[in-house]
């Protein structure tokens, strides 16, 4: 049964810092990793999608690295804001079109 | 990118009543969505997965007679909580995936009084 872990569950950081944040997940065979952010009581926004051909993706100031073979994801984003405070939630796909398994999530908070 | 709309955002409800919540896809057609629960502090956690015109697939240990799902069209699926209790309080959050990027609706927080 796949299991997805996080950590750290929780991060603070003054604004400026770059910082990762670390998902790593049991089974290997997966069919792609997802990484999320999610605001208090809000939905789920899509940041990065990595498909498991892949070993990176970028977007902006974020870029999430996948190393299928270690069961492991990345996501390093760089110069942090006060507004990229929120949870980061990793999620993988074992299959095209099934159901996402997720981490618990980071809790990421960055001071002005 | 794809829209997923999710209604309502929030809802409180007394003990023994029913709450239904209505997930869309707004911009494309979702042959599968997705009911996910996620308590606080926890992960998402999948409840049942809906499929368009046949019965919902229910994960081990949620009762399918208490979470009821339809999903009529190709681009509405609706999960009612039948005699909520207030342990069925938490945050409901339904999902859909186009070429295999998975969008999710605003979620439904529940409270039961």
């Known amino acids: 049964k796949q299991e997805v872990t996080q950590i750290p569950a929780a991060l603070s950081v003054p604004e400026g810092e770059n910082l990762v944040l670390n998902c790593s997940f049991t089974?290997?065979?997966?069919?792609?990793l997802q990484w999320f952010r999610q605001d208090p009581g809000k939905g789920l926004t899509s940041l990065l999608l990595i498909q498991s051909s892949q070993r990176e993706q970028t977007s902006g100031r974020l870029n999430a690295s996948l190393d299928k073979s270690s069961g492991r994801s990345t996501l390093y984003i760089a110069a942090s804001q006060p507004g990229d405070s929120a949870t980061y939630l990793c999620a993988v796909g074992n299959q095209a079109g099934t159901a996402l398994i997720f981490g618990k999530g980071t809790t990421l908070s960055v001071s002005s | 990118g794809a829209v997923v709309s999710q209604h309502p955002s929030w809802v409180i409800c007394k003990s023994g009543t029913s709450v239904k919540i209505e997930c869309r896809s707004l911009d494309f057609q979702a042959t599968t969505m997705f009911w996910y629960r996620q308590f606080p502090k926890q992960s998402l956690m999948l409840m049942a997965t809906?499929?368009?015109?046949?019965?919902?697939?229910?994960e081990q240990g949620v009762e399918k007679d208490k979470f009821l799902i339809n999903h009529a069209s190709l681009t509405l699926s609706t999960l009612t909580v039948t005699s909520a209790h207030p342990e069925d309080s938490s945050f409901y959050i339904c999902?859909?995936?186009?070429?295999?990027?998975?969008?999710f609706g605003q979620g439904t927080r529940l409270t039961v009084v």
């Open positions: 999902s859909a995936q186009v070429t295999g990027l998975a969008f």
């Open positions: 809906s499929n368009e015109g046949s019965k919902a697939t229910y």
């Open positions: 089974d290997s065979a997966i069919y792609n």
